[in-house]
């Protein structure tokens, strides 16, 4: 269909925006599905007799795919098209889900979770690409904190619907099987609405126009311009310090993510009984998506460097991260609510910064080298952590662990600031920008 015979239909809201949506609701569902034996851990592990560390294998087994395969997903997205990519992505990892419910011990759990690693890895690369053919330059950012905040709200979800099914039907397995439907019939949506806006026979022409116009300003820049390497990029210390940052403070996720409910339980409640608590940190991890960048652009507004602004995100939020050791000596519900949702939006202020760094520090051809490089120390931090939790955890208590969980975050803060800054002098090689 061309342009000039393009139907000027219209939505309530503008079409970029429902699509923003759909990779918000997918976002949702591949937490829902990725929280599903996070939610049932206390059952599983009474009905299987598992260790936290026999658990932590477990958790790895799917650290270790989605590490390795975010980038290599992030390629075959570029080869076959996002339409394609993450419909037979979301096939795959909804089969794999369901048929978790077969599972009958420790191995069979590590390596179905291996497998849905494997298809969930494409989620973030896929979002970002979609909001990067439908969005022009300015509202990036908002729609990219719209659908990556739909982890928050999935992980919040996914007590509430996991064990739900888990009292009506007695038993864990229908929990894999009716979670994983959910991501069967957003294909359905995914297939109709998803084109590129080039293409979209319901797009209008202002919205199509307004879209193309907002676009990256000079793409051939891009192409005519040497590639830049892993080695190079690996001799930047801006390079290091969003991998070292990475490395250090993504972990916090994953604590709370996965062994927020086992805490809860060594603090003597149960699941049913604290169902708020698992689902307040994801409350506060969505909050503070939307604080961090709204705060960052605010500064930047009224006149703030782009790298000062983003600084003084982290340097005010990942220090107050410190609060979490409250915890380590508390066993009032209410205050090990408060204090974990307020650490989540912390980390999730910071996190915006996470995403938003490479593309303020490099020229666009290194830009996602340099976001899988840091998704690779991130994977690696959360691969370390998971297993030093297993293992310590079961000897001891979680008390040391909120402690060196709450200090980190200050380790991590003074990297991003001291390293990840602008040069003294221009990079001769252009690859790092004045921020």
Not at 167 to 193: C, E, H, M
Not at 267 to 281: D, Q
Request: with cysteine; aromatic share 16%; glycine share 10%.
């Amino acid at each position: 269909m061309t342009e000039t015979t393009r139907p000027a239909r219209r939505f309530l809201i503008p079409l970029r925006w429902w699509i923003a949506i759909l990779l918000f609701m997918v976002t949702v569902i591949n937490y829902i599905d990725r929280q599903t034996l996070g939610a049932l851990s206390p059952y599983l592990k009474d009905e299987f007799g598992w260790s936290n560390e026999d658990y932590a294998f477990i958790l790895n087994a799917f650290r270790v795919a989605y590490t390795i395969m975010q980038s290599v997903f992030g390629r075959v997205l570029d080869v076959i098209g996002t339409q394609r990519g993450l419909f037979y992505t979301v096939i795959f990892y909804s089969t794999v889900a369901a048929a978790t419910a077969f599972a009958q011990g420790k191995a069979s759990f590590a390596a179905f979770r291996f497998l849905l690693g494997c298809g969930e890895a494409a989620n973030n690369p896929g979002g970002s690409k979609a909001v990067s053919e439908w969005f022009p330059a300015n509202e990036r950012a908002m729609a990219v904190a719209l659908f990556d905040s739909g982890s928050s709200i999935g992980g919040a979800l996914a007590p509430f619907i996991v064990v739900g099914i888990y009292q009506y039907f007695g038993t864990w397995r229908p929990a894999f099987v009716i979670t994983a439907s959910l991501g069967l019939i957003w294909l359905v949506l995914w297939k109709w609405l998803y084109r590129l806006p080039e293409e979209h026979p319901y797009i209008t022409e202002q919205e199509l126009a307004y879209i193309k116009a907002g676009r990256s300003s000079d793409p051939a820049s891009k192409e005519n311009q040497p590639k830049v390497g892993w080695l190079r990029l690996l001799s930047y210390k801006q390079t290091w310090g969003i991998v070292l940052g990475r490395f250090l403070l993504d972990p916090y996720w994953f604590f709370m993510a996965e062994w927020f409910a086992l805490l809860l339980k060594s603090k003597g409640f149960s699941l049913e009984a604290s169902a708020l608590g698992f689902w307040a940190p994801f409350l506060g991890a969505d909050l503070g998506n939307f604080f961090g960048a709204g705060l960052s652009g605010w500064l930047i507004k009224r006149g703030w460097p782009v790298g000062r602004s983003r600084r003084f995100v982290l340097s005010i939020f990942g220090p107050s991260m410190l609060v979490l050791a409250v915890t380590a000596y508390s066993n009032n519900y209410y205050v090990l609510l408060l204090v974990f949702a307020y650490t989540s939006f912390a980390y999730t202020c910071c996190g915006t910064m996470f995403f938003t760094l490479p593309t303020d520090v490099f020229h666009s051809r290194a830009v996602g080298t340099v976001m899988g490089l840091g998704g690779t120390g991130a994977g690696l931090g959360a691969l370390i952590s998971t297993y030093l939790i297993g293992r310590f955890s079961e000897s001891a208590s979680f008390g040391p662990i909120i402690l060196v969980a709450s200090v980190i975050p200050l380790f991590a803060t003074f990297i991003f600031v001291t390293m990840v800054r602008a040069r003294k002098s221009p990079d001769p090689e252009g690859i790092v920008l004045h921020f």
